[in-house]
């Protein structure tokens, strides 16, 4: 392989860095990426453009709290739905047919069941780690993220008020994105599963299925944890 050929598939592989970060952390700045990745601002810039090009990421202007310093503001990036397109989906097609016939033939209370045994299995593969990282809901969520991320949610956690007094799950890519866009049942039942792992009561703010750059779940900290009625209405 020669030195031109090398130096592109570097390029790519940068590139496919640039874009898992913005998926991760967007709304995120060249500036961000740049820090994490070791390289100079400008070099984050080109993949940016060229990303900007090929239409998987686009400008993004997060609101701001309080006033806005001189200059121009730093510019943010999210995925577009091309991004999260690009990446495996576990199956879409497939899923989305079964669960269309599983509608058809048993009605909404089967599909309703479904969603509730995903939310059952989701509780099971997760609650080992959550609940070894002890009882705060912070360090929980930080656990929680860290495990989905493994299983390709690129999730990460954001402080609220400090951390003080809540903190946002946000979720930058859902292998069944396609699937829950069409059977919304399946997010609301990972918000169950997600407030049984936390033992408090979540509110899911966004997702990615609905039209959103980042599936986010608000997790309040310090909050009293979740009353044993509650927690059985939560596994219906």
Not at 60 to 78: D, F, L, S, T, W
């Amino acid at each position: 392989m020669n030195g031109e050929a090398v130096t592109e598939q570097q390029d790519v592989c940068t590139r496919e860095q640039v874009l898992d970060l913005i998926v991760e952390k967007g709304p995120v700045t060249a500036t961000v990426i740049a820090k994490i990745l070791g390289l100079t601002t400008a070099a984050v810039r080109r993949h940016i453009t060229i990303l900007l090009n090929s239409g998987q990421i686009v400008e993004h202007e997060p609101g701001v709290i309080g006033k806005r310093g001189r200059g121009r503001p730093a510019r943010h990036y999210v995925a577009t739905e091309n991004a999260h397109t690009s990446l495996p989906e576990g199956y879409s097609e497939l899923a989305l047919k079964a669960l269309g016939y599983l509608g058809q033939v048993g009605g909404g209370e089967a599909v309703e069941g479904f969603a509730a045994a995903r939310s059952r299995e989701i509780e099971r593969r997760y609650a080992p780690i959550v609940r070894a990282a002890g009882s705060d809901p912070r360090v929980r969520a930080l656990a929680l993220a860290d495990a989905l991320t493994q299983d390709g949610y690129a999730a990460t956690v954001r402080d609220i008020g400090g951390g003080q007094i809540a903190v946002q799950l946000c979720q930058g890519h859902c292998p069944i994105q396609q699937v829950a866009g069409d059977f919304p049942a399946l997010c609301e039942a990972e918000t169950k599963a997600f407030a049984r792992l936390l033992d408090v009561h979540v509110q899911r703010l966004a997702t990615l299925a609905g039209g959103d750059h980042v599936c986010t779940t608000h997790i309040p900290v310090g909050a009293p944890v979740i009353h044993p009625a509650a927690r059985a209405a939560l596994r219906k």
